[in-house]
């Protein structure tokens, strides 16, 4: 055929279905086609101006091949909207060839204990596929957050390692601290046998002593908003962490999210623990006598704490028992620390989920306590710098003596 007329067809092809369109418009959508016809009117002594308007206003896969080929348009090339990543890692190596010991350094717990875990956060955790793609897994959603909780990586590193992106991360880590919080804190964070814990005590030399309390902090980045309130002592950004725990270093009452400034004393006295012990419904009306004086369950804190008649601290002289009860506490926060080491740095999460992911550090330790997650020589290896790097030389030895204490532990 020749040029002229293959052009005449192009042309009478493009009338065409500019002619049903108008058909099926003035069927359908009378105010698009009064609109069109108005468009039409203004336009008719302009030839070119037509074209263009008739083109614009055509529609269809044939349409836009036509306006291609006249070189009206120029084709784009289309871009994925995620890119391809592979999951090998996860699903051939750590699902079937990694063993305990190999879990245990790497998410904290043994693959048992993971799969337990797992049940009981499913029914808040499990989602539905959808025609665009496949959902997470419980699994792999509750393993990519322990892998962030227990290294200190960041979102980037965390999703190239489970083939994910970094915001599937973030979600992940807030969607299984959520779970946690709902479904576990009540069930695992409790007071426990109160008759053991007193016995455990008393074995270590301080009678009728139901728990010990202190604090650590948990340094975070700068907030936008009254980041001075959260500069403590030492110099660096953090929220403070109280926690309650018993002989043998479980923590059975946890309070998060204060700032770092405040004082031991205000925290305490702010929190429903407190509050629960002055009316005495915290734990049980358990007294003994010591010569002519009754006694009752107390707890132990350092000098920062009250006095109060069921709260002990120390005073001026030997207390070398009182003390090595304290330290179980301390030993607790180290080892809260060593398991999950991005305690460790900076918290990168907005000021209303460090709270959150704090109380469930806290909450998985208690969970998988007692399932032999590392060697005890190990651990005291570790975790006592943490505990006395911040110490004074002076107070060396009295800490020695101590130590020594807590591997009856």
Not at 72 to 86: I, L, P, S
Not at 121 to 140: D, F, G, H, I, W
Not at 258 to 267: E, F, L, Q, S
Request: proline residues 4%.
């Amino acid at each position: 055929m020749e040029p002229t007329q293959i052009t005449e067809a192009i042309m009478s092809t493009m009338n065409t279905a500019h002619t049903v369109l108008e058909y099926m418009q003035s069927q359908n959508m009378p105010k698009q086609n009064q609109v069109r016809r108005q468009l039409q009117r203004s336009a008719e002594s302009d030839e070119e101006i037509d074209m263009d308007i008739d083109l614009s206003q055509s529609t269809g896969p044939s349409n836009v091949e036509i306006m291609v080929l006249l070189g009206e348009v120029h084709g784009v090339e289309c871009q994925f909207w995620a890119r391809e990543t592979t999951t090998d890692w996860w699903d051939r190596i750590v699902l079937q060839v990694w063993d305990d010991s190999q879990w245990l350094q790497n998410f904290c717990m043994r693959k048992g204990t993971f799969m337990e875990l797992c049940d009981l956060l499913s029914p808040a955790l499990k989602c539905q596929n959808t025609r665009m793609r496949a959902a997470l897994t419980v699994e792999k959603r509750v393993a990519i957050a322990l892998w962030k909780l227990a290294t200190p990586d960041s979102y980037r590193s965390v999703g190239n390692q489970f083939g994910v992106g970094k915001s599937t991360v973030g979600a992940a880590v807030m969607q299984v601290a959520n779970a946690i919080k709902d479904l576990l804190i009540s069930r695992v964070v409790n007071l426990g046998n109160v008759q053991v814990i007193v016995d455990g005590f008393a074995a270590m030399g301080f009678p009728n002593c139901g728990w010990t309390i202190d604090r650590t902090h948990i340094p975070i980045l700068s907030l936008e908003h009254q980041a001075t309130e959260y500069i403590n002592r030492k110099g660096y950004f953090s929220m403070l962490l109280q926690a309650l725990v018993d002989h043998k270093g479980r923590f059975t009452n946890i309070n998060g999210g204060w700032p770092g400034k405040v004082h031991d004393a205000r925290v305490f006295r702010n929190s429903g623990l407190f509050q629960k012990l002055e009316e005495g419904t915290f734990f049980p009306d358990q007294k003994i006598t010591v010569g002519d004086v009754e006694m009752p369950i107390v707890i132990i804190g350092d000098p920062a704490y009250p006095l109060m008649p069921w709260l002990m601290k120390p005073y001026t002289g030997s207390l070398e028992r009182l003390r090595n009860c304290q330290m179980v506490v301390e030993c607790a926060f180290g080892r809260l620390k060593v398991r999950w080491r991005s305690l460790l740095t900076r918290i990168d999460l907005s000021e209303a989920n460090i709270p959150i992911v704090i109380a469930v550090r806290s909450t998985i330790s208690v969970r998988v306590r007692g399932r032999h997650l590392w060697q005890g020589g190990r651990l005291r290896q570790i975790a006592w710098p943490l505990i006395t790097r911040s110490q004074t030389p002076g107070r060396l030895e009295e800490y020695s003596r101590a130590r020594c204490a807590s591997e009856k532990l």
